[in-house]
């Protein structure tokens, strides 16, 4: 059992390495190519942090240094990857916006509270199961990358996009019990594949 003690941890890392993959491309690449890495690169992400929380509770072997790498690899994955992305659409020439580095931040600040929300209180019991406290960070993620992936260039659609970004932050660190499993969380589910289709219009050619 020892010997397989760290393969969930590895499995963090790699959505840690995954989400870093898709930052560097959202800073060095053109907007089409950078849009859809990034949007691959957070379906991997989506995909690690499944496998890691299973894999370890299959061997028995949660631990704090556990809970840490995970909490540290969504903030990138969750938080900082979409984020980063709306900013590429908002600002596909590349020029410096205080309003969207703003929107930015703000996106992020709420998803560092929202994670750092859930390691002090983790998770409630309610008729519908166990419940998270608020919108996950990961189903704000899925939504905010669908919206950016199905966004079309124009002034009213950006702040379509930003009003989006806002109200998820809002939703992540409400109380309101959302659902872990089964009706809550499966809708959400679904938008992946929708995001990861929509990341191929994005492709140059």
């Not at 903030?75 to 659409?89: H, I, Q, R, S």
């Not at 020439?93 to 998803?111: D, K, N, R």
């Amino acid at each position: 059992m020892t010997s397989y003690a760290a393969l969930p941890n590895a499995i963090t890392l790699g959505s840690a390495a995954s989400a870093s993959v898709g930052l560097l491309h959202l800073g060095w690449a053109a907007p089409g190519q950078a849009v859809a890495v990034g949007t691959l690169c957070l379906a991997i992400c989506l995909l690690c942090d499944v496998l890691d929380g299973k894999l370890a509770r299959a061997l028995g072997v949660s631990s704090p240094l556990g809970a840490q790498l995970d909490s540290l690899a969504d903030l990138l994955a969750f938080g900082m990857l979409p984020a980063f992305a709306m900013a590429k659409v908002l600002t596909p020439a590349g020029a410096p916006s205080w309003g969207v580095a703003a929107l930015c931040i703000s996106y992020i600040l709420a998803t560092v509270l929202r994670l750092a929300r859930f390691s002090e209180r983790g998770l409630v019991r309610t008729r519908f199961g166990e419940c998270f406290q608020g919108l996950p960070s990961s189903v704000a993620a899925i939504v905010l990358m669908a919206g950016v992936v199905l966004h079309p260039q124009g002034q009213a659609t950006d702040l379509a996009l930003a009003l989006l970004a806002l109200g998820l932050a809002v939703a992540m660190n409400l109380s309101f019990p959302f659902p872990k499993r089964g009706i809550g969380f499966y809708p959400f589910v679904l938008l992946v594949p929708v995001m990861v289709a929509g990341a191929w219009g994005w492709l140059p050619g």
